[in-house]
């Protein structure tokens, strides 16, 4: 089945040790996002790729980057990690087909990120 | 600026028919989305709506009223698995889908 594959699924880091987060997707998707969600609030968009393209959100923290070495990987290097980082981080894709009609984005599971 | 205003949790019993309310002001419009997420995991799409009107699927239909900057699912007999958090996602004229914090639904049996 075509799908997006988070790993891991939990992640426990040191406050201030280097982490890096993963996504892969079979869907042949063009575009790939990343999400941070903290409990009972609203996914935030961190950047998405759009193929090579690199669209950074303007209140994403320097702290957080990322990497797409091809179509299907994305990566989330946070470099050092604080207490606030702590959240679920959550991939999607989308196709863009440029007809003028929204992204459907299909996410994967998320990866938990803990900050001890 | 933009906001998406939901209840924060709505209570419901199972069998039964509910709906949850949606509005939005954004710049510019694109269509709006309704995501489910159950707790822990990741949101699923569960529909799209660009004009005004009804849209129905199975079990789950949503309504659109653009002039009115609302929007709202509604659910209809109820069973233990919709206990969820329904995130409505405006379209702005960017094309950036401006998430809700969602409304936590509880089905009681």
């Known amino acids: 089945d075509a799908m997006v594959i988070q790993n891991p699924r939990y992640q426990v880091t040191q406050f201030g040790k280097p982490v890096t987060l993963s996504c892969s997707q079979t869907l042949n998707h063009n575009v790939m996002y990343w999400y941070q969600q903290k409990s009972s609030q609203a996914p935030k968009l961190l950047f998405h790729y759009y193929d090579k393209d690199f669209n950074n959100e303007a209140d994403t923290p320097d702290n957080f980057q990322s990497r797409r070495p091809n179509t299907s990987f994305c990566f989330l290097d946070i470099r050092s990690p604080g207490l606030g980082d702590a959240a679920m981080y959550l991939c999607?894709?989308?196709?863009?087909?440029?007809?003028?009609?929204?992204?459907?984005?299909?996410f994967g599971p998320g990866t938990r990120l803990t900050v001890l | 600026g933009q906001n998406i205003d939901q209840p924060t949790e709505m209570t419901a019993t199972e069998g039964a028919i509910v709906q949850i309310n949606c509005t939005y002001q954004?710049?510019?419009?694109?269509?709006l989305f309704w995501y489910q997420q159950h707790a822990g995991e990741a949101p699923t799409f569960l529909s799209y709506?660009?004009l005004d009107g009804l849209e129905e699927k199975g079990r789950f239909s949503s309504f659109l009223s653009r002039s009115k900057g609302y929007s709202y699912l509604l659910l209809k007999e109820l069973q233990m698995k919709d206990s969820a958090s329904y995130l409505c996602?405006?379209?702005?004229?960017?094309?950036?889908?401006?998430w809700g914090a969602g409304t936590k639904l509880i089905i009681k049996p």
């Open positions: 996602a405006p379209v702005d004229s960017n094309y950036q889908l401006i």
């Open positions: 709506n660009v």
């Open positions: 954004t710049s510019g419009f694109n269509g």
């Open positions: 999607a894709t989308s196709t863009r087909s440029g007809s003028g009609k929204p992204d459907t984005q299909y």
